[in-house]
T-cell receptor
Framework: AQSVTQLDSQVPVFEEAPVELRCNYS??????LFWYVQYPNQGLQLLLK??????LVKGINGFEAEFNKSQTSFHLRKPSVHISDTAEYFC???????????FGTGTRLTIIP | DAGVIQSPRHEVTEMGQEVTLRCKPI?????LFWYRQTMMRGLELLIY????????DSGMPEDRFSAKMPNASFSTLKIQPSEPRDSAVYFC???????????FGEGSWLTVV
């Protein structure tokens, strides 16, 4: 079975500074990887996903993530954050071809003006 | 498209009462998921359906929980009898096959007193 670890439960960052949210996964088979964002009192929405191909994936709102198979990581980055990026970010994994998505515990990103 | 529609958005009920949460997936999607989100346990997959058939219900906490999908456009999650520890946000989500984006509803906020 697959699992996801998000090492940082909270990350405070100054506005316009870069940010990296860490995600590591564990699986014995090929995986699909996802980052979702949850704004307060809302459901989750997809930021980006990796299924195959280029290991650098670009998503919405200026976010990108890089799949690193040797390090089993899929860290999320943004070069310059805005107040509106304040939210909870979830990394998720599924076995390739399987619909069952396993979520990490989430990282709360707080942007400091 | 209207997205995944959940009802009720908020429910407060007394311990021992039956609770029914409803979900209408996005038209054309053939997979439907029920997730529960709490501060303590994060996002947990309770059950998912593919083509209206339950595929994995290993996340359903106990016999008090049941889920049905009588047709492609409707699903219910029922808790009977409800307990205070069932208080959580329950998300319904849908997708079209593995690897595709899973779209979440806005959640049903349940409080059992």
């Amino acid at each position: 079975a697959q699992s996801v670890t998000q090492l940082d439960s909270q990350v405070p960052v100054f506005e316009e500074a870069p940010v990296e949210l860490r995600c590591n996964y564990s699986s014995s088979v090929s995986v699909y990887l996802f980052w979702y964002v949850q704004y307060p009192n809302q459901g989750l929405q997809l930021l980006l996903k990796y299924l195959s191909g280029s290991t650098l994936v670009k998503g919405i709102n200026g976010f990108e993530a890089e799949f690193n198979k040797s390090q089993t990581s899929f860290h999320l980055r943004k070069p310059s954050v805005h107040i509106s990026d304040t939210a909870e970010y979830f990394c998720a994994v599924s076995e390739a071809g399987n619909e069952k998505l396993t979520f990490g515990t989430g990282t709360r990103l707080t942007i400091i003006p | 498209d209207a997205g995944v529609i959940q009802s009720p958005r908020h429910e407060v009920t007394e311990m021992g009462q039956e609770v029914t949460l409803r979900c209408k997936p996005i038209s054309g999607h053939n997979s439907l998921f029920w997730y529960r989100q709490t501060m303590m346990r994060g996002l947990e997959l309770l059950i998912y359906f593919n083509n209206n058939v339950p595929i994995d219900d290993s996340g359903m906490p106990e016999d008090r929980f049941s889920a049905k999908m009588p047709n492609a456009s409707f699903s219910t999650l029922k808790i009977q009898p409800s307990e205070p520890r069932d208080s959580a946000v329950y998300f319904c989500a849908s997708s079209f096959s593995a690897g595709n984006t899973i779209y979440f509803g806005e959640g049903s906020w349940l409080t059992v007193v």
